[in-house]
């Protein structure tokens, strides 16, 4: 065994969480860190900095992203809701749902950014796969450039 960490595969959740390649689960798939500059959040280059897999993979590729968003977006909501109700609770007698109604859209609003990157990274790596041998070279071929898609044509 190598004790190099590089030759380890990186984890799943961790490199989605950090907007890492689908490929290489190494290199950062935007080209800044920060997701709440505005201006440059969704940013991406064209290849993995260290793979060389294309973050485009098809034009239009992430148009599918909103549907990963939404299920983010549920799943906030039903985690405040569930705060909510265990550390402060609801009542028919006052207006306590509306304020974590409110709370929560502050919360969604907040977290946007970060979904966003989120959803087109989860959306990236339900189709390119991790690979092992991504250190031997660029993928192969034009258009879907992925190893994972050979023989899909």
Known sequence: ???DKNHEKPNLLKSLLGNKCARCRRGSI???KN???LKNCLKMPDRCPVCGQQVEVEVGFYYG???VSYALSIAVCVASLIAWWLFI???IYDNRIFWWLGVNAVLLLILQPMLM???RTIWMAFFVYY???WHKGPPEGTGRANATFKGAM
């Open 30 to 32: 935007y080209t800044t």
């Open 1 to 3: 065994m190598c004790a």
């Open 65 to 67: 992203t909103g549907y």
């Open 117 to 119: 990157r989120w959803s």
């Open 89 to 91: 609770g609801f009542s």
């Open 131 to 133: 690979d092992n041998d």
């Open 35 to 37: 997701p709440y500059d």
